[in-house]
């Protein structure tokens, strides 16, 4: 079983910038779909952006619609972390950020294979 652990969030004007970082332990990501989910109070969580294995080595990234070139995923497999840099932010880009971690090497639809996620951390938008 894998933790995830948040860090990164707050408060930020709109057209500001955030960067989520997510560390994983217990075992570890290497070869395993990883990604961002996000919440917003009364809505259903959404998928943000995720990274999923696509050779030795190399993964290839995926964002919702919603992104539209504004957000960048990325992992450092050797220290266990993943990455979101967060830019042009809206105040619709509220919510509380989750980490998730896949549990199948290599998963070949990762989005079904979400299944370890972190506590949660808050991102609010000002406008």
């Known amino acids: 079983q894998v933790q995830l652990v948040e860090s990164g969030g707050g408060l930020v004007q709109a057209g500001g910038s955030l960067r989520l970082s997510c560390a994983a332990s217990?075992?570890?990501?290497?070869?395993?779909?990883m990604g961002w989910f996000r919440q917003a109070t009364g809505k259903e969580r959404e998928f943000v952006a995720g990274?999923?294995?696509?050779?030795?080595?190399?993964?290839?990234?995926d964002y919702g619609d919603f992104v539209k070139g504004r957000f960048t995923i990325w992992r450092d497999d050797a220290k266990n972390a993943v990455y979101l840099q967060m830019n042009s932010l809206k105040p619709e880009d509220t919510a509380v950020y989750y980490c998730?971690?896949?549990?199948?090497?290599?998963?070949?639809?990762?989005?079904?294979?979400?299944?370890?996620w972190g506590q949660g951390i808050q991102v609010t938008v000002s406008s």
């Open positions: 217990g075992r570890t990501v290497i070869s395993y779909a």
């Open positions: 990274t999923r294995w696509s050779g030795v080595g190399t993964y290839d990234a």
């Open positions: 998730a971690a896949g549990h199948t090497p290599r998963a070949t639809n990762p989005l079904a294979d979400f299944a370890s």
